[in-house]
């Protein structure tokens, strides 16, 4: 579980962070759900789904893909409770797990905690698609990824760094570039952050003096 200090800093993270990019987001209407199915169709990709050919998974990536997720679900428990990072921690992110092992979609009963990965993977982006965000079985799917909380919380950290350095790039505008020497920019931040110590206390400023100090290399 994250602790209360963990949760204080990614929710005021991400309310930074989109304000960066729209200071009115908590009225804006933004369909955060619609993006959350989005990135999660991309983690089945980065699974492999097709029967018809081996495919190896690229967990790195699909975890990467499980961090842009929780922005998103992030962003839509903000917008649910006001932008009240008090009201979130106290009555939202620290909801007891439920004694239920199953959720009921469309009528029909799902035991995720029995299902394999790229299953729930599908369910979950059924949910995002009907406008849901099932904590309990995102948190599943994240056991199942092979990452703790703690390793959420240090990827989520880097990924929102490189937000903030997408955006400092003029990423809103279409001048970044996301592909750096053929790889895209989430590949080098794994990267990265394997380097990294995300006990120390410049953290976050050794992530993006990283990324900066790459970005000029293999882009110009």
């Known amino acids: 579980m994250f602790t209360k200090n963990q949760l204080t800093k990614m929710l005021v993270l991400q309310g930074q962070m989109n304000s960066k990019v729209n200071p009115h987001w908590l009225t804006a209407n933004n369909n955060w759900m619609l993006a959350a199915m989005m990135e999660s169709v991309e983690a089945i990709d980065h699974h492999g789904w097709k029967w018809w050919k081996k495919q190896t998974p690229d967990m790195p990536q699909l975890q990467m893909e499980l ?52 299953e729930n993977l599908q369910l979950l982006s059924g949910l995002f698609g009907a406008g849901r965000f099932h904590r309990f079985l995102f948190m599943h799917i994240v056991e199942q990824a092979g990452m703790t909380t703690d390793d959420l919380y240090k990827q989520y950290i880097g990924k929102n760094v490189l937000n903030f350095f997408r955006q400092d790039n003029g990423y809103k505008e279409g001048m ?17 952050l394997n380097q990294l110590d995300p006990k120390s206390e410049t953290f976050s400023k050794d992530v993006y003096d990283n990324l900066d100090s790459r970005y000029v290399e293999l882009t110009y």
Not at 75 to 101: C, K, R, W, Y
């Open 67 to 118: 961090v842009d997720i929780w922005h998103f679900g992030l962003s839509h428990m903000l917008v649910t409770a006001q932008g009240n990072v008090g009201e979130m921690i106290e009555n939202t992110v620290f909801e007891p797990i439920p004694i239920s092992d199953y959720l009921m979609f469309d009528a029909r009963q799902y035991k995720y905690p029995k299902q394999t990965l790229i």
């Open 176 to 192: 970044y570039f996301k592909v750096w020497d053929g790889q895209e920019d989430n590949a080098h931040l794994v990267e990265i």
